[in-house]
C-alpha cells in the first residue's frame, strides 16, 4: 500500500494498486484500515500505522451542500442544453 502524510504524519490519502505523487511504500497495515479509514484518522508512527490520538470527526456538512450545490447545478444545465437545442432545431442548424 502506498500513503501520503501531511505536516503531522497524518495519513491523507492512500492506493492499494498504482502510485500517489509523494507517497510512502508501507506494509504493515492494520486489518481494520480500510474499513476505518477516514483522511487523518490514522497516523504513521515510525514503521507502524496507529489510530491518530488528536484525531476529529470531519464536518460533513459543507460536503453535503456543495454536492446538493453541484447536483442544482447539473440539472439547470440540462435544462440549459435543451432549451439551446430546442434553438437550434427551430432555426434549422440542426
Same mark, same amino acid.
Given at each position: 500500500m502506498?500513503?501520503?502524510l501531511n *505536516?503531522n /504524519? %497524518? &495519513?491523507?490519502?492512500y492506493? %492499494?494498486t498504482? *502510485?500517489i505523487d509523494g507517497?510512502? /511504500?508501507?506494509?504493515n497495515?492494520?486489518?481494520?484500515?480500510? %474499513? /476505518?479509514? @477516514?483522511?487523518s484518522f490514522?497516523i =504513521?508512527?515510525?514503521? $507502524?500505522?496507529e *489510530?491518530n490520538?488528536?484525531?476529529k !470527526? @470531519?464536518?460533513t &456538512? #459543507? #460536503?453535503?451542500?456543495?454536492? %446538493?450545490q453541484l447536483k442544482q *447545478? =447539473? !440539472?439547470?444545465?440540462?435544462q440549459d442544453y435543451?432549451?439551446?437545442?430546442? @434553438?437550434? $432545431?427551430m432555426?434549422?442548424v440542426i
Open positions: 502506498i500513503i501520503k *505536516e /504524519k %497524518e &495519513i491523507i490519502s492506493v %492499494e498504482g *502510485e507517497g510512502i /511504500k508501507v506494509d497495515i492494520p486489518s481494520d484500515f480500510i %474499513e /476505518k479509514y @477516514q483522511p490514522f =504513521l508512527n515510525g514503521s $507502524m500505522i *489510530e490520538p488528536n484525531f !470527526e @470531519q464536518d &456538512i #459543507i #460536503i453535503d451542500n456543495t454536492v %446538493e *447545478e =447539473l !440539472e439547470q444545465s440540462k435543451a432549451d439551446l437545442t430546442y @434553438q437550434l $432545431m432555426a434549422g
